[in-house]
């Protein structure tokens, strides 16, 4: 009995690597077209060494960050704002080796550190602030400093690209619905009264949403564009369609230097890929662990 599963289970695989060598050439070339029509983006939080008490997962270090600049310098990556993505993918260029970088929370150090080693790469950076938290410095889970008005103001003037994180940054999925309203539309009446400009895209804390945040979102069309927490690509039918959750995946220091921003794009790459093949990139993502080659 189990020589028998084991002789169909051998069958199959030596066909399964037949299919795979006659369709290799096919589908690899099936691939570099998409990428040439996919955006991916990347999410970063704090541009520092881990401070104690602080999760690793939200920090890269200025060093490790400025390798990732300098591999997607080296790879010739058009580093763009999510406005300008949309509209590179929507007037249907060719946006092979294109890419989104993005902060979420807020921190200091994005003014201090990624600010700076963005412009030394004339590459621009995407923040998502959190309104409550706007130039204070709380202890929560260790000592976290924010940036100010003048800071974000000055990096929008700058040419990079400032949305909101929420006004308190607890999951929209979570809070009571009647405070719904408030923590998507205060950020836009805050940053317009302190920095004199609109903003005009979201980051949903913990990338998480659902059919009521975006039915709220859409009410008033004062936002053009979201990000959720799925991994993948963007491309013209994600951004027609689900123009408020777009795909996004967060980039960590496994302390492999560029390598681990090399991985992170692949990935963004075959999930979007995968996931415009029709397959449950959602169920993807939590198997990745079992996939070590994706
Ligand atoms: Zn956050």
């Known amino acids: 009995m189990f020589k028998t599963v084991y002789r169909i289970l051998s069958v199959l695989l030596?066909?399964?690597?037949?299919?795979?060598?006659?369709?290799?050439?096919?589908?690899?070339?099936?691939?570099?077209?998409?990428?040439?029509?996919?955006?991916?983006?990347?999410?970063?939080?704090?541009?520092?060494?881990?401070?104690?008490?602080?999760?690793?997962?939200?920090?890269?270090?200025?060093?490790?960050?400025?390798e990732h600049l300098q591999y997607l310098k080296a790879q010739?990556?058009?580093?763009?704002?999510?406005?300008?993505?949309?509209?590179?993918?929507?007037?249907?260029?060719?946006?092979?080796?294109?890419?989104?970088?993005?902060?979420?929370?807020?921190?200091?150090?994005?003014?201090?550190?990624?600010f700076p080693l963005l412009k030394k790469y004339g590459f621009r950076g995407n923040f998502y602030i959190v309104g409550n938290d706007v130039g204070k410095e709380k202890n929560q889970d260790g000592m976290k400093k924010y940036m100010s008005f003048a800071q974000i103001k000055e990096m929008h003037d700058q040419g990079m690209e400032i949305g909101s994180h929420s006004m308190s940054h607890d999951p929209l999925t979570s809070i009571k619905p009647e405070l719904l309203p408030w923590e998507i539309y205060q950020p836009l009446n805050l940053f317009y009264q302190k920095m004199n400009f609109w903003i005009s895209g979201i980051a949903f804390p913990n990338g998480a949403f659902n059919d009521a945040i975006i039915a709220e979102i859409r009410k008033y069309f004062?936002?053009?564009?979201?990000?959720?927490?799925?991994?993948?690509?963007?491309?013209?039918?994600?951004v027609e369609e689900t123009p408020f959750a777009l795909r996004r995946a967060g980039v960590y220091d496994r302390g492999n230097g560029a390598k681990d921003v090399e991985k992170v794009l692949q990935k963004c790459y075959v999930f979007g890929y995968l996931e415009e093949k029709g397959l449950p990139v959602i169920l993807l993502d939590k198997a990745r662990r079992l996939l070590p080659f994706i």
């Open 76 to 114: 010739g990556y058009n580093v763009v704002t999510a406005p300008q993505a949309v509209i590179l993918l929507k007037s249907r260029q060719n946006v092979m080796n294109t890419v989104i970088v993005t902060f979420d929370d807020g921190y200091e150090n994005n003014y201090t550190e990624a």
């Open 222 to 238: 004062k936002y053009e564009y979201g990000f959720s927490g799925q991994a993948g690509c963007n491309t013209l039918k994600i």
């Open 14 to 66: 030596v066909l399964a690597a037949i299919c795979g060598m006659a369709y290799k050439g096919r589908i690899k070339e099936d691939f570099e077209n998409y990428k040439t029509r996919a955006i991916p983006a990347l999410m970063y939080h704090s541009i520092s060494e881990v401070p104690a008490g602080w999760p690793a997962d939200l920090c890269v270090a200025p060093g490790v960050f400025e």
